[in-house]
């Protein structure tokens, strides 16, 4: 029961993320076309974007292919989590595993179900970065492993969170 909250995080990180890909989904459809213009706000703007490769859709004639490895890279991160959150007494590990599970999830249902990756909002920087469509998925995959990578070095470091 300790960990619940671990489980707790990667269900509503995934669910989250599926709930504003099915908005976006929505939105574009009510305007009866698969893109619509972007609506710029002052820090983000939405998008609708289907990734169907890699990151920035690289790849994208080997979707079967990105599919199937999504799919079984998310099954061994699942295993290696059910096993961190028994061995591992870090908050910061379990959040961190929590979050790439959560967000691993929702990206490979994609990828598994609808052949692409819903994408929806940039960030409003200027440059490459402020190009990149991601999603909450993407963001909570980055978040849990800078955590985790943090976690390493703090233990390295000999110092325990």
Known sequence: MKNLKYL???IVTFSIDMW?????EKWVSLHGREECA????RYFTRHKRHNRG???NIASAHQKRIAAVSFVT???LAINYLFSLKKTDSPLLKTGLSLQLGGACSNTYDRV?????????SINVPGKLGKIVFNIA??????GSFLAILDAFIRRKGVNP
Do not use: E, N, S
């Open 8 to 10: 707790i995080l990667a």
């Open 113 to 121: 179900k609808r052949g692409y990756v819903v994408d929806y909002f």
């Open 138 to 143: 993407d963001m909570a995959i980055l978040a």
């Open 38 to 41: 972007p609506v710029k706000g």
């Open 54 to 56: 890699l990151a920035m």
């Open 74 to 76: 998310t099954a061994a």
């Open 20 to 24: 504003q890909k099915k908005a976006v």
